[in-house]
C-alpha cells in the first residue's frame, strides 16, 4: 500500500499563468515554469500576492534544489530578471524530478516542494505539453450544483482569488442585512425579514470557512489524526439550522399577519432597504461573476447568478410597501410567506448536503472522476474499488488499482506515485490520497478476504 498526502499549506496544483505549477507560500504564491525558447532550459519564478497579482521577487535569499528518483539533489542559484528569477544554469534532462523551493534566511527559512514530470512540467511561450495543456479543462466538482447555505464549494476554496471574493462577498451581504434589520424592527415589516434572513443566509455560508481556517492551523494530533476538517461540516450545520429556525419564525410570523393584521410602519424605510437588498444583491452578483470568470470557477459564477435573483427578490419587498401604500395591507405578509416558502427551499437543500457530508456521502460524479483519471495512468490496468469523503471542503480518497504482476516493487510504486499524482493534478481539492496496488491476476479487495479457517485455538471465524 502506498500512501501520498499534499502539504495545504505549502503546496498548490493549479498552474500559473506562464504555465508553471502554483505553489502556495506565506503571503502568496510562488509560480515554477521551465522556460527552454531557443536557449537551454532554465527554471524561472514569478511571484504572485494572495489575490493572485504579480510582485516583485523577494529581496530576501531565494534557493531552488531539485530532487531526482534516484535521490540525487542539484541546486540552483537564481539572478533578478524582469519581473522574475531565474537560475544561472540550465536543467539537465530528463526533466523529471521533485521541486525544492527555500524562500528567507536563517530560522526564518521556509521550504515549500512540488513536482515537474518529463511528459508533464510546463513551458513558457507555448510549449505547454502534458498538464500544462490542460490545467483549466474544467476538472471542478461543483459545476453542477445548485446554490446551498452553510456550505461554499471547494471548486472556489482552492484559489486565493476565490477565498478573497467569498470575504467580500460576505462583507457586502452582511452590511446590507444589518441595514435591513434596522429597518425591520422599526417598520414591523415581515417581507422585509424575510429578505432580511435571505441576506443574512448568503453572507453567513462565508462562516464555516472561517471556521475551518481558524482550526486548519492546528496540526493533527495522536486523537484526531485526520485533523480538525469535520468542524467547518458542524459550522455549517449550526449556520444552516439557524438560517431554517429564523425561516420558520418568519413563515409564522407572516402567516399570523394574513390571520390577525397588523399595522406595517414606514413605508419609506422599507423602500430604501428593499432597493439597498438589490443594489447590494447585484454587486455581489457582479463581483462573484467576474472573479468566477477570471479563475475559471463554475461555482462562483452560478453564486453569483443566484445573488442577482436574490435582488429581485429585495425588490418584492418593494412591491409589497407599495400594495399597503395603497390600501393592501395584505401585500406585506403575502410577500413575506413567498420569500419565506423559498428560503425553505434553499434551506432543505443545504441540510440534506450538510448531513451527507457529515455521513462521508460524496457525490457520485467524483467518484467517477477519480476512477476515469487513475485508469488513464500508464500501467494501470483496472480500478477496482474508490472510496472518498469529504472533510470540510477537502477530499480524501482510497483507491484501489491493480497493476501487471510481472512488475518489481518499485515500478508499482511509481504507478502508484503517478496516480496521486495526476489526483493532485486534476482534484484541486484533494488533501490525500492512499493508493493500494494489486497485481492484475489478484486485483480487488474481495481477494483480500479469508475464507472460514481456524488458529491458535480461536474457534473457527473468517476476515
Known sequence: MIHRESNQGSQSHAHGPHGGPLVAVEGGFVEISVFETNVPPRFRLYFFDERQQAVAPPPDAVGIETVRPDGERQPF????????????????????????????????????????????????????????????????????????????????????????????????????????????????????LADMINNFGDAATAIPLGVAFLFARRAPTRRFTFGFGRVEDLAGLAVVLTITASAVVAAYEAIQRLVHPQPVFHLTAIVAASIIGFVGNEAVAIFRIQVGKQIGSAALIADGYH?????????????????????????????????????????????????????????????????????????????????????????????????????????????????????????????????????????????????????????????
Open 307 to 463: 445573488a442577482r435573483t436574490d435582488g429581485w427578490t429585495s425588490l418584492a419587498v418593494l412591491a409589497g410597501a407599495v400594495g399597503v401604500h395603497f390600501g393592501y395591507p395584505m401585500a406585506d405578509p403575502m410577500i413575506g410567506l413567498i420569500i419565506t416558502v423559498a428560503i425553505l427551499g434553499v434551506v432543505w437543500g443545504s441540510v440534506k448536503m450538510v448531513f451527507s457530508r457529515m455521513l462521508d456521502g460524496v457525490e457520485p460524479e467524483v467518484i467517477d472522476q477519480v476512477q476515469a483519471i487513475a485508469r488513464e495512468v500508464t500501467g494501470v490496468t483496472g480500478v477496482t474499488e474508490v472510496r472518498a469523503r469529504w472533510l470540510g471542503h477537502r477530499l480524501r480518497a482510497e483507491i484501489n488499482i491493480s497493476v501487471g504482476p510481472e512488475l518489481t516493487v518499485p515500478a508499482a510504486h511509481e504507478i502508484a506515485n503517478e496516480v496521486e499524482h495526476q489526483l493532485q493534478h486534476h482534484l484541486q481539492f484533494l488533501s490525500g490520497a492512499i493508493i493500494h496496488v494489486d497485481p492484475a491476476t489478484n486485483a480487488g479487495e474481495s481477494k483480500h478476504r479469508q475464507g472460514p479457517h481456524a488458529h491458535d485455538d480461536l474457534q473457527t471465524h473468517s476476515h
Open 77 to 192: 542559484a537564481v539572478r533578478l530578471g524582469e519581473g522574475f528569477l531565474e537560475s544561472t544554469s540550465e536543467i539537465p534532462e530528463p526533466h523529471e524530478f521533485r521541486v525544492v523551493l527555500a524562500l528567507g534566511d536563517g530560522a526564518a527559512r521556509l521550504m515549500y516542494e512540488t513536482r515537474l514530470t518529463e511528459d508533464g512540467h510546463a513551458h513558457e511561450e507555448g510549449h505547454g505539453r502534458g498538464h500544462g495543456e490542460h490545467a483549466h479543462e474544467g476538472h471542478g466538482h461543483g459545476a453542477g450544483h445548485g446554490h446551498t447555505h452553510g456550505i461554499v464549494d471547494p471548486t472556489i476554496t482552492t484559489t486565493a482569488r476565490g477565498l478573497w471574493a467569498i470575504k467580500w462577498s460576505f462583507v457586502a451581504l452582511f452590511v446590507t442585512a444589518l441595514l435591513q434589520l434596522a429597518v425591520v424592527i422599526l417598520s414591523n415589516s415581515v417581507a422585509l
